[in-house]
Structures are given as structure tokens and as C-alpha cells.
């Protein structure tokens, strides 16, 4: 049994780019697309990192955005169940589904920032950790989708 998300996006061309990848996020993490308009609001207007950073006001939702005219530093965040991924022009697909499924480990209490901490807890090799302390920085991406499915298959 898994945990439900709404994911609402800023506007249709988003949503055709971040639409298909979805999928390759876990079926743990229940997502479906909002019709109707997403509230959202800016918890920390005097802080430079998330002045203006929309958050949904409701738990169990997703909201996708492109960042333009927005000043705020962060490209994804959480705050007590809700989720704000913010998508650049220059973000691959992995990227982008990658932040998205970091932020949605974080809304349900994963240590998705832990990654580097203890390595042998979710690479059973030693071998592979120690490829993993060599070429972590290199193929983060790779490394990152073991550790997001290893928090993930935990919570199943």
C-alpha cells in the first residue's frame, strides 16, 4: 500500500515535459495529475533561498513549476507533507524525476539527503561502495535512483 499524491502543474507545456516521467517514479508513490487550479503559498517571503517558492497549501500534493520570475534559489522542497519541484529549461528527464521523487521521499519522513552518510546500510558490496566512493560525484544520478529505490522499498 502506498501513499497518494496529487501532482498539479503551472501550465500545460510543463506538464507535457514532466507528464511521461512520472511513471519511472515507484508506484509506491501514488500520482495523479490535478485538473482543477492548485493553492499554493510562499512560507518564507524574507528568506532569499524560498521568497517566493510556492507551496501548496494542502498535504498530498505536488506542484511542478517553471521558476520564471520567480527569485527563489531552491529547486525543490517540502514542507509537512506538501511538495514544490521547480523544472529549469536545461533539466534532463533523470533530473527532473529525480528531484521530484527526492522531495516526495522527504514528505514521507525518508532521509532522501542521506545518500553519503551510511553507504553500507543500502550497498550490501563492498566492492560496490567502494565504486560508489569513486564515482560517486561522477554518475550521481545513478547512485542517487539506488538510494531513492533502497528508502523506497523500505517503506513498502
Known amino acids: 500500500?502506498?501513499?497518494?499524491?496529487?501532482?498539479?502543474?503551472?501550465?500545460?507545456?510543463?506538464?507535457?515535459r514532466v507528464k511521461p516521467l512520472?511513471?519511472?517514479i515507484p508506484?509506491?508513490?501514488?500520482?495523479?495529475?490535478?485538473?482543477?487550479?492548485?493553492?499554493?503559498?510562499?512560507?518564507?517571503?524574507?528568506?532569499?533561498?524560498w521568497c517566493d517558492f510556492p507551496f501548496p497549501k494542502t498535504p498530498g500534493?505536488?506542484?511542478?513549476?517553471?521558476?520564471?520570475?520567480?527569485e527563489a534559489r531552491c529547486l525543490g522542497g517540502h514542507f509537512f507533507g506538501r511538495v514544490a519541484v521547480m523544472v529549469k529549461d536545461h533539466d534532463d528527464g533523470e533530473t527532473i524525476t529525480?528531484?521530484?521523487?527526492?522531495?516526495?521521499l522527504h514528505?514521507?519522513?525518508m532521509p532522501a539527503d542521506d545518500m553519503n552518510t551510511a553507504p553500507s546500510e543500502w550497498i550490501p558490496s563492498l566492492f560496490m561502495r567502494f565504486v560508489f566512493r569513486v564515482t560517486g560525484a561522477?554518475?550521481?544520478n545513478y547512485w542517487e535512483r539506488r538510494y531513492y529505490l533502497y528508502l523506497t522499498q523500505k517503506l513498502e
Open 1 to 16: 500500500m502506498g501513499v497518494k499524491f496529487t501532482v498539479y502543474f503551472e501550465n500545460e507545456p510543463l506538464s507535457q
Open 22 to 24: 512520472l511513471p519511472d
Open 27 to 49: 508506484a509506491y508513490f501514488e500520482l495523479d495529475r490535478g485538473e482543477e487550479e492548485c493553492d499554493f503559498e510562499c512560507p518564507w517571503p524574507d528568506d532569499p533561498n
Open 61 to 70: 500534493k505536488v506542484y511542478v513549476f517553471s521558476g520564471e520570475g520567480k
Open 98 to 104: 529525480l528531484r521530484i521523487w527526492h522531495e516526495l
Open 107 to 109: 514528505a514521507v519522513d
Open 138 to 140: 561522477i554518475f550521481r
